[in-house]
């Protein structure tokens, strides 16, 4: 029986990987005055883990972020076809604030890359230390 509605198929050789970024607020001038840095899911389009995070770090850094750390130290594959299920599942009060799947699995022949949402800190002042 002929398929109604054809899924996006995924690109050979890119995947979709996922992780954690710690940042500190560098030269960025968005990232408000009292907030020290943040911790920011970044999602890549790449052949591999290490190319994942390479691009992952150029990004943040790009955009006038100190790099400081992967926050758990791991980057995760995920099936571009379960995008809109991963993000549900994840990030439910963001999801208008992501790519749908269907947009993700176009930009993985190009150069995918979303960064956010930000879960920022503070640092306490010098006189409550």
Known sequence: MFKLFKQKQVPEGEKLFGMTLH????????????????????????????AAAFKAVSAVRSRGFDFLDIADRQIYEI??????????????E?????PAQAAVID?????????????????????DL
């Open 23 to 50: 940042v500190g607020r560098g030269a960025n001038p968005e990232m408000p005055c009292n907030v020290a840095g943040a911790y920011v899911p970044v999602f890549v389009g790449a052949s591999n883990h290490e």
């Open 79 to 92: 099936d571009p076809q379960s995008w809109d299920v991963f993000v549900t599942d994840a990030w439910p």
């Open 107 to 127: 930009a993985l022949r190009a150069d995918f890359i979303f960064v956010g949402p930000f879960a920022s800190y503070e640092t306490k002042a010098a006189e």
């Open 94 to 98: 963001f999801v208008s604030e992501f």
